[in-house]
């Protein structure tokens, strides 16, 4: 199922913001696979979202920080953590683009507990480290309790201005990036929660280091073991979040 071409511009939120944060030192690392390796893993209603005949798996890594709930003040120690997670592509029966998260990692204890029963996110509590040196970026991480769940990644992103602008033009990169929502099953429901932010400032990014665990964990076996076919970097999004829909209330 692809229902029309994806924007690098959010739809309008639909609703009031709940949840304001942002996004920055952001890495996107993307496989290309057939639809049929992530369609068990769909949410109720949801197909893989598809383009030139193939799907991505995605290993997200970045710094989450200034989150705050109904226009409230930033809460820093709520709110201000690296995350990694493992995702992929979804359109609905409404078609509604998303993404499905397979496991999200995260290294502060109560906003694992928080998104779990708001959202019924696959949060999992970790240690974590985000560093910047010599222009590079490395994420580490490890899952408490399960230690294989655990990867280290380090790119260095490309400052040539001239590349980094034909990304903008590259429909699979915005195909991957420009996702204005996610689907996730809670409470037997699949639901829907739409976000906003401003189109990624995109740049290429070199793959300087990588060994990973988590792919695996999610249950996508064999592809931590190939070069990723997309290696992307972003500095930054501020992103707001509306009141997730159940999939019967989807608009």
Not at 75 to 104: A, K, M, Q, T
Request: aromatic share 10%; charged share 20%; hydrophobic share 40%.
């Amino acid at each position: 199922m692809n229902n029309g071409a994806i924007g690098r511009q959010a739809p309008p939120l639909g609703s009031a913001a709940i949840l304001r944060q942002r996004w920055s030192e952001v890495t996107f690392l993307h496989w290309r696979v057939d639809p049929s390796v992530v369609e068990p893993h769909m949410p109720a209603g949801c197909v893989p979202d598809v383009i030139d005949g193939s799907t991505w798996v995605g290993l997200i890594a970045f710094q989450m920080s200034r989150s705050s709930f109904f226009g409230s003040p930033n809460i820093p120690w709520l709110g201000n953590f690296p995350e990694v997670n493992v995702r992929l592509y979804s359109i609905d029966e409404r078609g509604h683009r998303g993404v499905v998260f397979l496991s999200l990692e995260a290294s502060h204890f109560i906003p694992v507990l928080i998104a779990r029963a708001a959202f019924g996110l696959k949060y999992q509590w970790a240690a974590m480290r985000l560093e910047q040196r010599a222009g590079k970026v490395a994420y580490l991480t490890k899952r408490h309790g399960q230690p294989d769940a655990a990867s280290h990644i380090i790119v260095r992103p490309s400052h040539d201005t001239a590349d980094n602008a034909e990304i903008a033009l590259d429909p699979i990169s915005t195909f991957l990036t420009a996702r204005w929502g996610f689907h996730e099953s809670h409470f037997g429901h699949t639901i829907y929660c739409r976000n906003h932010h401003e189109p990624w400032p995109l740049q290429h990014a070199e793959l300087v280091y990588f060994n990973d665990g988590l792919l695996a964990a999610a249950g996508i076996e064999g592809l931590a073991g190939r070069a990723p076919d997309s290696v992307l970097y972003s500095p930054e999004v501020t992103t707001v979040f509306a009141s997730p829909q159940q999939r019967n209330r989807l608009r």
